[in-house]
């Protein structure tokens, strides 16, 4: 699959690493570099041992300088966002004000706590590809991965030139504004995202080379997505505009007494002053490095300040072998602390004390005088000449920010200094938003009083008032007290803002509220919600009980409080906290709708905190037409389809009345089966395997019945049967499912009867049944043994899967949207059952056993049928005769020799050294001792197996030899003498002895090939 706007750029799912051979992709880089090459411009390319790289309009020469740093095995080799106006000086790496065409707008959304330094990040690459989705950003045009992050891009119908298609300082607001659009997705979703990479010089990995971190395997850049719609600039600032944080509106403060010459300028007015915009910048460095100091190394400890996110610098002339504890910069720029007395021209005063940037910067070049800091960076801001060069080099969007900030609003209005020791009372939050949190200040007192708060922060209306005799700030919540006669004070009881947002009633009719409070504990502000039923918001000790995991601001010994404020702020609020829908599964609701994913608008809290992965894993990626497009090369295998039309009959359960039932994918050949399930599951969720969606037989009954319980007309996927630890298990699922609710238990400690409603999926080497002594599962299970891609269709199976890996959750809710036009329909649910009861009718079968199972296979045929008439298959119906074929003939699943069978293949393919003649080079018999022998006769390969061990292999996994003997004889499975007796035992020699073996034929053993690989 490939971007129809920039064709060569191949999408590529391969994460190996191999510190040995793997290196850059030739193909992918010249691919990734042709459209940056010819914009107009320079392209610039750096590596980490040459940041200063080299600025080419040359393809080739490009190509060549890539694959020239990889085989030097750098670090990572990098490719700036924008083209340059002009080629670099030795040493130097270029400035935003070089910048020439800009292509898009990007991301570098880091994830995996482990591969960083950073906490708090999305766990892995789906979550990090959420990001944006929670920011409500619209698709990507591309999507690369740089092995530890992903750089989402909205790319340019073409690239936009700035200076003539957009000036310097909008495109540099341009950046910053979508930066702080993902930092807003990010903190929705309670991760962390850091705004660092806002700068027009901003290099990113280029695709098709190496990230080979320290201490980490290597791994290859990548496009994983490349077929997004591409944006004019008007689209791009229309979506900056619309979805950009809006500044917060801040309370003036009270007038403060005179601090004498250093501040009386820079505290006149209100709003944001230049140090403060200037401290909301991580930019330390960048300040210290125009006075001189240059960077040492990572800090190799834990910072008190700021734990391991901080830096060591030089100071001014020191060298490489000079003592590194001079400087220390804290959360990537956010702050600094200078600890050596001999920089130049800093003043003592500032010594060992946490700076914030504005800080700084008036240390450096104004002696500390804060009040000519901020005059002098408003000159530079405004382009006035008597600026300094200092304030002229701070960073563009600085400048452009303060611009904005203080443009027509009078000379002085925002020139409020920084009070002193800001810097040490900064949160501790992460890298990108260090001293940027407003909220802080103050955070480490109780509320004051004639301080108001803005709940619309909550996502609350602007008409919430704050109950009489409570006040409310960032430091938390306080109620009015009067202690003796007239002396009143404010009591906090919460230490942040916590209020109720909103209030829900399930469809039982039970009532819960959502609470929702700001949280620090990841380093930055975010805002937690929990939905908790009212009667434990009415009980103090059990809300803190219940939620003090999850961070609830507040103790124990406040719960009276705690409650009695929760019922004042309803109380005083009525009829303006938001009433919402609860939902507590995905599917089918009691008033008749349809609830596909948490997405769908439809607050979704689901029973059990296990659930919550699942349910988020139904969600969106791609397009509709994507999606068929990546299935349309199934139409040729009848397997996957079958898969893919259960997902689709899901949902016909309940309006055709018809129990759930388990479909089973199983062959000993690597043929695509867990590909086929994907393919499925991606009609409602996210298919990967890493995501919650895509369950495993490696789990507990109580946990399956959990996850079962999740959804009421929606597949459910199981892969790798092998897995199980515990084989009942199985056989108790599949007694279970059919039933539509979990076992009956008594005590309370676990749900009891848990409903569910759905299609199980599952996949295996072994046939479902195989695990089950139990012929009753027969009628409860479709079952297919053949190779879902047969044994040419690999490359099939990989385009089906990344096509589905890229587009999934669409199918579904369209399918719905369809079904419930029909079922609202008079008459709409009599003629699809009609329609049900006509196709079982021809998938009856001659035996009892098919007419069993002909209600599922028309459930699967029905749903394919619907989904072809709605437009979502690119393909026809399986005919009449081809589900006749797969299931209502002959299956190997219903012959229990065959399935014993199976259980001795998988036996002798694990135990082949202890057979005589085969692998086993010990100078005496196995442990146990020799299980058979293996023989090679004209070509062929038998094996021969003792009948003592042969009749304890199938009796552990519920079978009997006997059972089992005559069908292993009619199918030919076993080497047969006239004149011996009986003719199944033949006499063969094991290790010096004669005896009586059950000798299997090659084909027994599936082939030829299968036997030697087994031995």
Not at 397 to 406: D, G, P, S
Not at 434 to 442: C, I, P, Q, R, T
Not at 489 to 502: E, N, Q
Not at 507 to 527: A, C
């Amino acid at each position: 699959m490939t971007d129809s706007t920039i064709p060569g750029i191949p999408v590529t799912h391969d994460e190996r690493g191999d510190t040995g051979t793997l290196a850059a992709d030739p193909q992918l880089v010249r691919a990734w570099l042709t459209s940056r090459v010819a914009a107009h411009g320079l392209t610039a390319l750096c590596s980490k041992d040459d940041w200063t790289g080299i600025q080419t309009n040359d393809l080739d020469e490009a190509v060549d300088w890539a694959l020239g740093q990889d085989r030097k095995g750098v670090e990572g080799i990098y490719c700036r966002v924008t083209t340059v106006s002009g080629r670099f000086p030795k040493g130097a790496r270029g400035k935003a004000a070089d910048s020439a065409a800009l292509f898009g707008m990007w991301s570098d959304i880091d994830f995996g706590n482990d591969l960083h330094k950073a906490t708090g990040l999305p766990a892995n690459a789906d979550e990090a590809r959420d990001v944006p989705r929670f920011a409500k950003l619209s698709e990507p045009t591309r999507v690369e991965h740089s092995g530890a992050g992903l750089y989402v891009w909205h790319e340019f119908d073409r690239p936009v030139i700035i200076g003539d298609d957009i000036s310097q300082d909008d495109a540099v607001r341009l950046a910053s504004d979508w930066q702080r659009i993902l930092l807003a997705g990010a903190k929705k979703m309670g991760v962390g995202y850091g705004t660092g990479v806002k700068d027009l010089a901003r290099v990113l990995r280029l695709p098709g080379t190496v990230n080979r971190k320290p201490n980490r395997t290597p791994v290859l850049c990548r496009v994983v997505e490349n077929s997004g719609p591409r944006y004019t600039l008007e689209q791009v600032r229309e979506l900056a505009e619309r979805l950009a944080p809006k500044p917060k509106k801040r309370t003036p403060p009270k007038p403060v007494a005179p601090r004498g010459e250093r501040t009386t300028a820079a505290s006149s007015g209100n709003g944001r002053g230049p140090l403060e915009i200037l401290g909301e910048h991580e930019c330390c460095g960048e300040i210290l490095a125009y006075a001189g100091a240059t960077y040492a190394e990572q800090f190799p400890g834990i910072c008190s300040y700021c734990g391991p996110d901080c830096q060591r610098w030089y100071r001014p002339g020191w060298q490489d072998g000079c003592s590194k504890d001079g400087i220390a910069v804290h959360k990537g720029g956010a702050a600094v602390t200078v600890r050596t007395d001999n920089f130049p021209r800093f003043p003592d005063e500032f010594l060992n004390k946490v700076l914030s940037g504005g800080q700084l910067f008036a240390a450096l070049h104004h002696g500390g005088d804060e009040s000519a800091a901020a005059k002098d960076i408003m000159r530079a801001a405004h382009g006035r000449p008597e600026a300094t060069p200092a304030a002229c080099a701070l960073p563009g969007e600085v400048l452009a920010e303060i611009r904005t900030e203080t443009a027509d609003k009078g000379s002085g209005r925002h020139l409020r200094a920084v009070p002193p020791g800001a810097g040490k009372n900064a949160p501790s939050t992460d890298g990108a938003n260090a001293l940027a949190d407003d909220s802080a200040e103050g955070d480490d007192q109780p509320p004051a009083p004639e301080v108001g708060f803005d709940f619309t922060s909550f996502g609350l209306p602007p008409t919430i008032t704050t109950p009489t005799g409570y006040r409310v700030n960032s430091g938390g919540v306080a109620v009015k007290r009067v202690i003796g006669k007239d002396n009143e004070v404010w009591v906090r009881f919460t230490f942040a803002p916590f209020v109720l947002t909103a209030s829900f009633e399930d469809p039982d009719g039970n009532q819960f509220v959502e609470l929702s409070w700001f949280d620090h504990s990841k380093g930055t502000r975010r805002i937690v919600s929990r939905v908790i039923s009212r009667e434990i918001s009415k009980r103090g000790r059990e809300l803190v009980k219940q939620l003090g995991g999850a961070g609830l601001p507040a103790v124990e010994g406040d719960a009276r409080l705690l409650e009695r404020w929760l019922a004042e702020f309803e109380a005083a609020n009525v009829g303006r906290i938001p009433s919402k829908q609860l939902a507590r599964w995905l599917g089918w609701q009691p008033d008749g709708g349809f609830i596909s994913s948490p997405d769908d608008g439809v607050t979704v809290d689901v029973t059990y905190e296990e659930m919550r992965g699942p349910a988020k894993a139904h969600t969106k990626r791609g397009t509709l037409d994507g999606w068929k497009a990546a299935v349309e090369v199934l139409e040729k295998f009848e397997v996957p389809r079958v898969a893919v039309a259960a997902a689709f009959a899901a949902p016909l359960l309940q309006p055709l009345g018809a129990d759930s039932f388990t479909l089973d994918i199983s062959s000993r050949s690597t043929g695509g089966k867990t590909t086929s399930l994907q393919c499925a599951l991606s009609v409602w969720a996210n298919p990967s395997v890493q995501s919650d969606a895509m369950s495993n037989w490696r789990t507990t009954l109580y946990a399956i019945e959990k996850r079962l319980n999740l959804v009421r007309g929606l597949p459910t996927v199981f892969d790798e049967t092998m897995a199980v630890t515990d084989e009942g298990l199985i056989d108790e699922v599949l007694y279970q499912v059919p039933m539509n609710h979990g076992k009956a238990r008594s005590g309370g400690a676990y749900g009891s009867m848990l409903p569910w409603q759905t299609i199980l999926l599952s996949s295996g080497e072994r046939a479902i049944q195989s695990f089950t002594t139990s012929q009753g599962a027969a009628p409860r299970v479709l079952g297919t043994t053949v190779p879902p891609f047969g044994r040419n269709g690999g490359e099939a199976a990989v385009r089906a899967r990344d096509g589905v890996l890229a587009n999934f959750g669409h199918a579904g809710p369209a399918f719905i949207d369809y079904i419930l036009g029909r079922l609202d329909s008079p008459g709409g649910v009599e003629r699809l059952r009609d329609w049900h009861k006509n196709l079982q009718k021809q998938f009856r079968g001659d035996n009892d056993m098919t007419a069993r199972r002909a209600p599922m296979v028309a459930a699967l045929a029905l749903g394919e049928a619907l989904a072809a008439r709605a437009g979502l298959l690119p393909y026809e119906p399986l005919s009449v005769e081809q589900w006749n074929k797969l299931f209502t003939a002959f299956s190997p699943t219903d012959n229990r020799p065959e399935m014993a069978m199976d259980v001795v293949r998988e036996y002798l393919a694990a135990h082949a050294w202890e057979l005589y003649g085969a692998v086993y080079d010990g100078d005496r018999p196995p442990f146990r001792g020799w299980l058979g022998a293996a023989k090679h006769v004209k070509g062929e390969t038998k094996i021969a197996v003792l009948p003592q061990r042969l009749k304890g292999i199938l009796s552990e996994a519920g079978y009997s030899l006997d059972a089992v003997l005559g069908g292993w004889l009619e199918a030919g499975y076993l080497e047969q003498r006239e004149k011996q007796r009986p003719p199944h035992l033949i006499p063969t020699r094991v290790d010096g002895r004669v005896v009586k073996c059950f000798v299997f034929v090659p084909h027994a053993l599936a082939d030829d090939e299968a036997a030697g690989e087994a031995l």
